[in-house]
């Protein structure tokens, strides 16, 4: 089922299908040995196997289409949505909204509102096929009603209050609003956890192997949740360079060492102008620590506040260390 995954750099493996919209879309190795299996394993509804291997492919076009609502509403608020992957289990957008809780909100409900935007329309054309008795066949009608019911029953799933599904993330959202950054996603994580125990454990118990799969994924998904929102609570805890803001989200870094050289040293990146104090090296781009995003470090909302960059002479115990640059 469609679900909406944070932002990665090294997603799964896949077959790169096309690039729509600045946003890449591929397709999971395993989905033609699931797609292979559940097709030969399909009752049979239908005359013909085409229209099982059309009816599975209607699926994952509803699918495509739940995900390209949430990659465009985020790069719509300003986020990064640069690849959606297509697995057996439904897709994953790889979108990274900024952190607002506005921005977030709408970058999840996109998705949901793709699938009430079809809803009419594939069952006015299930209405208008069973109407045509005569002209449409059997196989035709079942197509439509099931293309029809499989959109409702994609809406209903992915709206369940479950994280990481899009309800899930809503209530996340929402609760931003009322809670925080960090809190929210500790009270979304804690629910996504006990209803996917529960879950596992029904699923298991009665062979539901699809089932118990998505369930597992869910109990991941919200134990990682819990870990990135204790790091968001540490990351929020530190004081602030209030005059310096992220192009890109807005946010203000961090007044602390957070920032670690490939020499090993750490270090506060602003107040050394991104040069590491330990061995001189100048670094081309800052990561915000926020929404991930880099920049070079004067590209930075109120970087004309910042200290000049400290002598690398002086800084570095190892000759001709200054120089080297990335």
Same mark, same amino acid.
């Given at each position: 089922m469609p679900l909406l995954a944070p932002v990665t750099r090294n997603p799964s493996p896949g077959i790169r299908l096309f690039r729509a919209f600045g946003i890449d879309v591929y397709l999971h190795w395993l989905w033609f040995v699931i797609a292979f299996i559940e097709i030969s394993n399909s009752n049979h509804r239908y005359s013909s196997l085409a229209w099982n291997v059309a009816e599975y492919c209607s699926l994952f076009v509803m699918v495509l289409l739940h995900e390209f609502g949430h990659a465009l509403a985020c790069k719509s608020v300003g986020g990064r949505a640069e690849r959606i992957m297509l697995w057996p289990l439904g897709g994953v957008a790889y979108v990274q909204p900024p952190p607002r809780a506005g921005a977030l909100l709408w970058s999840i409900v996109a998705g949901p509102l793709v699938n009430v935007a079809l809803a009419p329309i594939t069952i006015g054309v299930y209405m208008l096929i069973r109407s045509a008795t005569i002209a449409a066949s059997t196989d035709v009608r079942h197509f439509a009603f099931y293309v029809a019911a499989i959109n409702i029953l994609l809406l209903v799933f992915n709206l369940l209050p479950i994280y990481p599904l899009d309800g899930g993330q809503i209530l996340r959202a929402l609760l931003w609003f009322m809670?925080?950054?960090?809190?929210?996603?500790?009270?979304?994580?804690?629910?996504?956890?006990?209803?996917?125990?529960?879950?596992?454990?029904?699923?298991?118990?009665?062979?539901?192997?699809?089932?118990?799969?998505?369930?597992?994924?869910?109990?991941?998904?919200?134990?990682?949740?819990?870990?990135?929102?204790?790091?968001?609570?540490?990351?929020?805890?530190?004081?602030?360079?209030?005059?310096?803001?992220?192009?890109?989200?807005?946010?203000?870094?961090?007044?602390?060492?957070?920032?670690?050289?490939?020499?090993?040293?750490?270090?506060?990146?602003?107040?050394?102008?991104?040069?590491?104090?330990?061995?001189?090296?100048?670094?081309?781009?800052?990561?915000?620590?926020?929404?991930?995003?880099?920049?070079?470090?004067?590209?930075?909302?109120?970087?004309?506040?910042?200290?000049?960059? %400290?002598? %690398?002479a002086f800084l570095s115990p190892f000759p001709g260390a200054a120089m080297r640059s990335r």
């Open positions: 809670i925080g950054r960090a809190n929210s996603l500790r009270v979304a994580s804690l629910i996504g956890l006990i209803a996917a125990g529960a879950a596992l454990a029904w699923t298991v118990t009665h062979q539901m192997w699809w089932t118990t799969a998505l369930a597992v994924y869910a109990l991941v998904r919200s134990w990682g949740g819990l870990q990135q929102a204790g790091n968001v609570s540490r990351l929020l805890a530190f004081p602030r360079h209030d005059e310096l803001k992220c192009p890109a989200c807005g946010m203000s870094p961090p007044r602390a060492p957070l920032w670690r050289c490939a020499c090993g040293a750490t270090f506060d990146t602003f107040d050394m102008h991104a040069t590491c104090p330990h061995c001189g090296q100048k670094f081309e781009t800052t990561m915000c620590l926020h929404c991930g995003e880099k920049f070079p470090i004067d590209e930075w909302v109120g970087a004309e506040t910042l200290p000049p960059a %400290p002598t %690398p």
